[in-house]
């Protein structure tokens, strides 16, 4: 299967601040990439899914403008978390679509001060 | 009704045993069937995947789907404390690049 990264693996901000978390497909051209949230001892839920050199397409309750998605190739696709807030702090993790199934990333962790 | 269930478990098994988890779901036009583990602060890693009915092996693991009663299972025959982890229903309908649809999880735990 696919093997996919993401940079960095954990993150500590400030309030206010922005971040950028990056994923890359690294052994796959991936078209189809998605970002998904996971607070602690709950399932992952999807945010957005993020089409090469297309919009991203985002969730019922997930702002676009907060959470900006940037799919510019077909191995990288980049989150980032705008005027980041507590609430924000959660574990990031993103997939790639290898057909009709997903690998995912290691994940972000972040934490916001 | 939500579109995929699981039990959350935790579900704390000796080592050895055979561990049996399961997922039921409400729509009959998902076509493909996940199974991932979870280890803690970690991202899910694929497992099992199946098509249609029937069952798959793989090592220690079996999947089986059952599409006429909506049910899917993993078993995991002489588990081992690595075992250890959240296990992850996923299911998606026919379209590649179309959201999969996850359970809650089911947490493990194998003791030595």
């Known amino acids: 299967g696919a093997v996919v990264s993401q940079h960095p693996s954990r993150v500590i901000c400030k309030s206010g601040t922005s971040v950028k978390i990056e994923c890359r497909s690294l052994?796959?051209?991936?078209?189809?990439m998605f970002w998904y949230r996971q607070f602690p001892k709950q399932s992952l839920m999807l945010m957005a899914t993020?089409?090469?050199?297309?919009?991203?397409?985002?969730e019922q309750g997930v702002e676009k403008d907060k959470f900006l998605i940037n799919h510019a190739s077909l191995t990288l696709s980049t989150l980032t978390v705008t005027s980041a807030h507590p609430e924000d702090s959660s574990f990031y993790i993103c997939?790639?679509?290898?057909?009709?199934?997903?690998?995912f990333g290691p994940g972000t962790r972040l934490l916001v001060l | 009704q939500k579109e995929v269930e699981q039990d959350p478990g935790p579900l704390s098994v000796p080592e050895g045993a055979i561990v049996s988890l399961n997922c039921t779901y409400s729509n009959s036009a998902f076509q493909y069937f996940m199974w991932y583990r979870q280890y803690s602060r970690k991202g899910p890693e694929l497992l099992m995947y199946t098509y249609s009915s029937g069952n798959k092996e793989d090592g220690r693991f079996t999947a089986q789907v059952d599409k006429s009663s909506k049910y899917i299972s993993l078993f995991i025959r002489d588990s081992q404390p690595s075992d250890s982890a959240t296990y992850l229903c996923a299911m998606i309908l026919n379209q590649a690049g179309t959201a999969l649809i996850f359970g809650k999880g089911t947490t493990l735990s194998v003791s030595s």
């Open positions: 993020s089409n090469e050199g297309s919009k991203a397409t985002y």
């Open positions: 052994d796959f051209q991936a078209t189809t």
């Open positions: 997939s790639v679509g290898q057909e009709e199934t997903q690998y």
